[in-house]
């Protein structure tokens, strides 16, 4: 047969509850790991710190409901554990870069040509005020149907970003699985809003304002400065989306 058509008759595992555990590390490998990194390196901290580090980062994938457990993101665990025994403290970025998602090519994907950054920006925004969406689980895309509304939470599922939680009666509800994805979601949605109402972000300016914060508890500059070079060039329309949560990102990527 021509390889197009054997590939046409794989089976598809991944939401299968009986092959879940495949898709991950679960609590058990993830607590012996835990157990043999802390013997083998006490001065690294313990292994319960140890273990909740990882719960909080990588923890938290679901992609059946008809399991209980989730699981861990493996190349995470390991990228964690490998620059913790290097260095013997924790890695400054979280995130292992060769597992960073580039939402360039989901732009691409999820928002057609002809739409403003407004339909992806509202969506975005939701997911992150939240921490959940609805919607269907698909687990075929066609090129009819791939830039509406309802393709993108299955989008974010299947590139990691969010993960099953629950099903009500309109629907799944999608959440993003943990600290580490949601920073990603938080950092996404700062360049969109940079990018979208070309705004320019002044470094050194912003690192004094944090340093004041920081050292002085002095948040006042750092206020003035968002009002000044965020706040005062957006809409009345783009200010409907400058929620409390909006306000946190702005300051936490600042």
Known sequence: FPSHDTFNVVTHLTLMPEFHALAGLTHADVGRAAQLFSDAFPECGSQELLKQELLDNYDHYRFSLDVQETLFNPDMVFYYLMQ?????????????????????????????????????????????????????LLTSFSAYHLHSALTLPSLLFYMGLLTLEDEDFDGLRFAIPNRVIKQMHWQELYELLLRQKHIKVNIPEVQHCLGLMAWRGSLEPLVELIQKHVLNMLSVQDMKYMSEEVIKVLIALS
């Open 84 to 136: 913790l025994a290097s260095q013997k403290k924790p890695p400054t970025d979280l995130l292992d870069v060769n597992c960073r998602i580039d939402y360039d090519k989901l732009r691409m994907i999820a928002q057609p040509p002809e739409l403003t950054d407004d339909s992806y920006l509202e969506s975005l925004i939701e997911t992150v005020k939240t921490g959940t969406t609805k919607g269907r």
